[in-house]
Every structure is written in structure tokens, then in C-alpha cells.
């Protein structure tokens, strides 16, 4: 991996990996701290990602009241702004 175009980018932030594993309790759904939420909230995965990536988004969503969860078409962990920017705009703008 580290002969990858990605390495440096992936070494700048690893030092928050740490600050991940606290808020998601190690890796869990903090589904009690999520069902405080009171804002509107859209979690959105791209279908090109892993299931079990999509499966959280999916659980977060439900998780927080009156949350809604969105598939898009996608790469993995990405989904083109021409697919993401209608969906945001249909979420926060109705």
C-alpha cells in the first residue's frame, strides 16, 4: 500500500483514527447517542461501497428520529457530485 497514490493522504489523517474508535465506542453503533439528535438527518452510501459500510449508514440513519438513509450510485466510500448535489438538494430543500 504504500506505493500507493493514496499513502500520503492516508498517513496525514491516521492520527484520527483514534478520535473514530472513541466516538463509535470501538467500532459500535452508538445508537443511544444517535437517537438524541433532533436535526434532519440524510446518511448517504454509495452502492459502490462494501455492504457492511453501507449496512452502518443505513443503521445510523434509522437510529436517529425521523432519519432517512439514501443509496447512490457510487465508487467505493465516493459518489459523484452530479449524484450526491441532487440528492442534498431534494433532502434539505424538499
Do not use: C, K, N
Given at each position: 500500500?504504500?506505493?500507493?497514490?493514496?499513502w500520503g493522504?492516508?498517513?496525514?489523517?491516521?492520527?484520527?483514527?483514534?478520535?473514530?474508535?472513541?466516538?463509535?465506542?470501538?467500532?459500535?453503533?452508538?445508537?443511544?447517542?444517535?437517537?438524541?439528535?433532533?436535526?434532519?438527518?440524510?446518511?448517504?452510501?454509495?452502492?459502490?461501497?462494501?455492504?457492511?459500510?453501507?449496512?452502518?449508514?443505513?443503521?445510523?440513519?434509522?437510529?436517529?428520529?425521523?432519519?432517512?438513509?439514501?443509496?447512490?450510485?457510487?465508487?467505493?466510500?465516493?459518489?459523484?457530485?452530479?449524484?450526491?448535489?441532487?440528492?442534498?438538494?431534494?433532502?434539505?430543500?424538499?
Amino acid at each position: 500500500m504504500r506505493s500507493q497514490p493514496v499513502w500520503g493522504g492516508l498517513t496525514a489523517v491516521a492520527h484520527t483514527l483514534v478520535y473514530d474508535s472513541i466516538v463509535t465506542a470501538g467500532g459500535r453503533l452508538p445508537a443511544d447517542r444517535l437517537a438524541t439528535i433532533t436535526a434532519p438527518t440524510l446518511a448517504v452510501d454509495s452502492t459502490g461501497s462494501p455492504q457492511w459500510l453501507r449496512d452502518a449508514s443505513r443503521a445510523a440513519a434509522e437510529a436517529v428520529p425521523g432519519g432517512r438513509s439514501v443509496s447512490l450510485d457510487g465508487g467505493y466510500h465516493d459518489v459523484p457530485p452530479t449524484t450526491l448535489a441532487p440528492a442534498l438538494r431534494e433532502f434539505l430543500l424538499g
